[in-house]
């Protein structure tokens, strides 16, 4: 079955320190992944999406991901980070076929930026 | 110019009432979705539409019922509200036709009930 794994629930690091949050997946095809935020009390917004093509993508933010199918992973990269960046971090991997395609999610993990 | 707007953003209600929740979206997609994120954060999707067709529907009570009036906006009517289904509550859009699963999201409705 289709799932998506964040190993990490909760990680805390300092300003400007630099941040990898990890993300699994298991999909039988070539996944369409995706990495959301969402700040608190706001909805999610897309940060970046892999479909194919060049494994590492850049986002907004100064956020960037790798696709390794050999690891069935999706890491979340930021070499600084900033206060602002502290929210809900989610992965997603893109399911299904024709009219039923919906997104499959990890469980988040929570950042918190230390000053 | 909001792409994907859901009113009201707080709705306060006590058990047993019926409420609605509205979404629309003005991105020309042809998929909307409505999600539950519960209090330790877990997006659990609930229902899919696309061109007003009912596509997906997990399980979930039939207290919740959706409508989609037209491919932009859908609509969550809950009966008999419970203490359980105080949450946030996400309408997103995709345009699944052209292959795409990439979702847009709503500000949320967070829903508490007494």
């Known amino acids: 079955a289709q799932s998506v794994t964040q190993p990490d629930i909760h990680i805390t690091v300092s300003e400007g320190a630099s941040l990898e949050l990890r993300c699994n997946y298991s999909y039988g095809a070539t996944p369409y992944l995706f990495w959301y935020v969402q700040s608190p009390g706001q909805g999610l917004q897309l940060l970046l999406k892999?479909?194919?093509?060049d494994t590492l993508v850049q986002g907004i933010k100064g956020f960037e991901a790798e696709f390794k199918r050999s690891q069935s992973s999706f890491n979340l990269r930021k070499p600084s980070v900033h206060w602002s960046d502290a929210a809900e971090y989610f992965c997603?991997?893109?399911?299904?076929?024709?009219?039923?395609?919906?997104?499959?999610w990890g469980l988040g993990t929570s950042l918190a930026v230390n000053p | 110019d909001t792409a994907v707007s859901q009113t009201p953003k707080y709705l306060v209600t006590q058990m047993g009432n019926d409420k609605s929740i509205k979404c629309e979206q003005n991105?020309?997609?042809?998929?909307m979705y409505w999600y539950k994120q519960d209090s330790k954060k877990f997006l659990k999707i609930m229902f899919s539409y696309n061109n007003k067709e009912l596509i997906i529907n997990e399980t979930v009570p039939n207290r919740f019922s959706p409508k989609s009036p037209d491919k932009a906006h859908l609509n969550l009517h809950i009966n008999s509200l419970e203490l359980g289904d105080s949450a946030v509550y996400f309408c997103?859009?995709?345009?699944?036709?052209?292959?795409?699963?990439?979702?847009?999201f709503g500000q949320g409705t967070r829903l508490t009930v007494v």
């Open positions: 997603a991997v893109g399911a299904g076929a024709g009219n039923n395609r919906k997104l499959i």
């Open positions: 892999y479909f194919s093509g």
């Open positions: 997103a859009s995709s345009q699944v036709s052209a292959g795409n699963t990439e979702a847009f």
């Open positions: 991105l020309g997609h042809d998929t």
